[in-house]
């Protein structure tokens, strides 16, 4: 009986496009699938198609999860997926969601999402802000908040960042920092800041305004733009103005963004790179949209200005300024 179960579902798998090694891993993965109905895989596969999953997707989701097909519809998914979808800002999120964290499905409703709900509010974060956060990283549902959460607060709260709302603020700019250890990702990233020559309030803007920095590898990305920056020509006082000024200049890619801008800077625009660490911002501006354009506009004219008067304003103010079209 069990093994014309198995079949069954092997069959059903093939049916939805999974080759046999997929299925392999999928029963290898979550044995109970070979003692499933049919009926009760399908039922399951065609909910999730409903709610918006596109059915090129479900293999994968499958294979990520294979208990999903396993679940009670009405006990476990339809409320976790009626809840989430109240938390949606436009359609479709909660299905990007589920195909992003399949596992998300997995959580008790009321253990989990309810708790971590409350926590967010107790936090300060806006209620249009909560679904953004959570549907942008389902993975939060998964974290213990007697040990991840309260890890993370530990360390902003280390920092000095234990006012009202600030860690509120953190997790919606990014709500991936939950994810990286505190040990081994975040506290080196802080004192490599610290190493270069930033201060602890500026320390803690890095932490509030670009926590993405924060989450970045030392090793791999930090530390490589550093050593480029300082091979360029900047000293270590003008990188640690520029690193406090924007501090995403420690992360931005050294191939595609750093080199491009300032040989153009220097090169082409034929000012020096003290400019730059006076406005450290020049490394968020667009080499073509931007920089190039309007160095072009301005060298017509023959109109010389700071870099600030030049970038520190949009398109339209731009044009106004310098008039020049």
Known sequence: MGH?????????????GCDDKKIEEILRKCPKLETLEREKASENWNYLKSIGIHE?????IVSKCPKILTLCLDDKIVPMVHCLSTLESKPGEVALAITK?????????????????????TLGIPENQV????????????????????KIFGFFASLGLNKDGVAGKILVRNPYIVGYSVETRLKPTMEFLKSIGLKDVE???????????????????LRPNFV????????????????????PVLIKSIKNSLE????????????????????????????????????????KKNIVCSLSEMLDCDKKRFIGKFGVC
């Open 203 to 221: 320390l803690q803007q890095v932490v509030v305004k670009f926590p993405q920095v924060v989450c970045r590898d030392v090793e791999k990305i």
């Open 56 to 60: 090129r997707k479900l293999p994968f």
């Open 131 to 150: 679904g953004k956060l959570l549907l942008l990283n389902p993975r939060l549902v998964s974290y213990s908040i007697e040990t991840k959460f309260a």
């Open 260 to 299: 491009p801008r300032l040989k153009f800077l220097v090169e082409v625009m034929g000012r020096g790179i003290g400019e730059v660490a006076g406005y450290p911002e020049f490394f968020r501006h667009g080499l073509k949209k931007s920089l190039e354009f309007r160095h072009k506009l301005l060298m």
């Open 4 to 16: 014309n179960k198995s079949c069954n579902v092997v069959l059903f798998l093939k049916e939805k």
């Open 101 to 121: 964290f399949p596992q998300l499905l997995l959580h008790n409703l009321e253990e989990k999402l309810c708790p971590l709900l409350a926590l967010f509010q």
């Open 228 to 247: 480029y920056l300082k091979g360029f020509g900047f000293n270590a006082e003008q990188i640690a103005v520029m690193v406090a000024g924007y501090p």
